[in-house]
């Protein structure tokens, strides 16, 4: 058998592998690995572990009931690099299978990696997929992230399982594989997006995995974070925006979709968006509400404040159906 040598050596022979090419798993896996994480909690005096994703730089994280379930204590996030730290959970829902859970604690370089959520409902069969964990509590035992490579197999409602798994609703069916303690983690398309939060239903006999659709969770995911995105909102116009409420009186932007009609407009990360059509908005409920009565091609007003320079940008609207893929 050929001999492997330690990257160390390999360093220093000059022999390191140069980066992984754009759009690539490897290169999908530098992005994502470092927001997956391993969970551990204690529930009625047993040990539970499984996988969480990091999907915003503060510290929440989305996982499975299965492995964070209601009366679960002692809850404990592993980062890559061994970095351990205390989680509270802020919500479980069981008929979703979805327990969010938000990070005690901060990192001293300040935020944390995280996943951009994508968009679900816009997967083929044949797509492909992506999936990462903490298969085998590897990420506890050896610092690594697992990854699957397969395809998005189908697209269907479940009604019925034979695991432990409870979750019944649409799913998303991929041949990335899924192992023991995998569960929770992510399902990725090819853009390096979340598209799905992996569950215990898989069948042993033909490897399959499944995965519960993120836009199934975004509802519950928003009303928790605090946080608006018109991708994953039934409303009739896209801008590319992701908004977060601050201080229960301001709302800011936290992430602006490349090539969008936010970003054509000059909307960035962190500016603050004080009114629409002339009229304040202080919180994501008011802007929801405003937004949701804008139609597509039209021209929304925003006004924004960056520092201490206020300014009225014009963003036309697309409809979904224009939205780059």
């Known amino acids: 058998m050929p001999t492997l040598l330690p990257l160390t050596l390999l360093a220093a022979l000059g022999a390191v592998p140069g980066p992984a090419p754009e759009g690539s798993a490897a290169a999908i896996y530098e992005a994502v690995a470092p927001a997956v994480v391993a969970i551990t909690c204690e529930v009625a005096g047993s040990q539970y572990f499984g996988t969480g994703t990091i999907i915003d730089p503060k510290g929440w994280v989305v996982t499975s009931t299965t492995v964070v379930p209601q009366n679960a204590k ?3 996030i592993y980062l890559r690099g061994g970095v351990v730290l205390p989680a509270k959970l802020e919500l479980s829902a069981a008929e979703k299978e979805l327990s969010i859970l938000r990070v005690e604690a901060s990192l001293p370089q300040g935020d944390f990696p995280s996943v951009k959520l994508g968009d679900s409902r816009r997967l083929h069969v044949g797509d492909a997929a ?3 964990g903490n298969a085998y509590a590897s990420i506890q035992a050896d610092d690594q992230v697992t990854l699957g490579e397969g395809i998005v197999s189908g697209l269907y409602s479940l009604q019925e399982t034979h695991s432990e798994s409870k ?3 649409l799913v998303i069916e991929t041949t990335a594989h899924v192992n023991d303690g995998m569960d ?3 399902l990725i398309d090819r853009s ?4 799905g939060v ?3 239903n898989y069948s042993l ?3 399959l995995g499944t995965a519960v659709p993120i836009g199934e969770l975004m509802p519950l995911i928003g009303r928790v974070r605090g946080w608006f995105s018109d991708t ?3 409303l009739p116009a896209y801008a590319g925006l992701e908004l977060e409420e601050v201080g229960g009186d301001t709302v800011r932007v936290l992430r602006v979709e490349e090539s969008s009609p936010a970003a054509l407009a000059g909307l960035s990360k962190g500016s603050w968006i004080t009114s629409v059509e002339g009229m304040p908005i202080r919180s994501l409920q008011a802007f929801r509400e405003a937004f949701g009565k804008a139609k597509a091609g039209s021209v929304l007003r925003l006004g924004l404040r960056n520092g201490d320079a206020e300014s009225v940008v014009e963003l036309r609207l697309w409809g979904k159906e224009w939205r780059w893929t």
């Open 74 to 76: 002692s809850v404990q």
């Open 205 to 207: 006999n033909r490897w």
């Open 130 to 132: 992506l999936s990462f």
């Open 192 to 195: 390096g997006s979340m598209v």
């Open 198 to 200: 992996l569950c215990l």
């Open 184 to 186: 929770g983690g992510p």
């Open 232 to 234: 994953a909102e039934s």
């Open 167 to 169: 979750y019944r609703g």
